[in-house]
């Protein structure tokens, strides 16, 4: 197990992570009191039962990027009218 302060491991995170790959832990400290711990992934964890996984996405969707979005037309007061107006003012 290495120890390592928020800001050591802000200034070598990449020694860290080098660590972490190796298979190694390391206890990151604030004020000498452990908050946080970086651990090697395993493989794919599983997902505690009951809990909701994000689904894939529906094929019959369309693709992303394909969907334009319209402006609702209100009637009433125009507000980019009324931002000019009090732009002019100022």
Do not use: N, W
Request: proline share 9%; glycine share 6%; hydrophobic share 40%.
């Amino acid at each position: 197990m290495i120890k390592a302060t928020a800001s050591q491991l802000k200034a070598k995170m990449g020694r860290y992570m080098k660590a972490v790959r190796a298979g190694k832990e390391v206890v990151v400290t604030d004020r000498d009191r452990p908050f946080a711990r970086l651990v090697p992934m395993l493989a794919q964890p599983e997902a505690p039962a009951g809990l909701r996984t994000s689904a894939p996405r529906d094929p019959a969707a369309p693709p992303l990027g394909a969907i334009v979005v319209h402006g609702l037309r209100r009637r009433g007061t125009d507000t980019t009218a009324i931002l000019v107006e009090d732009r002019t003012r100022r």
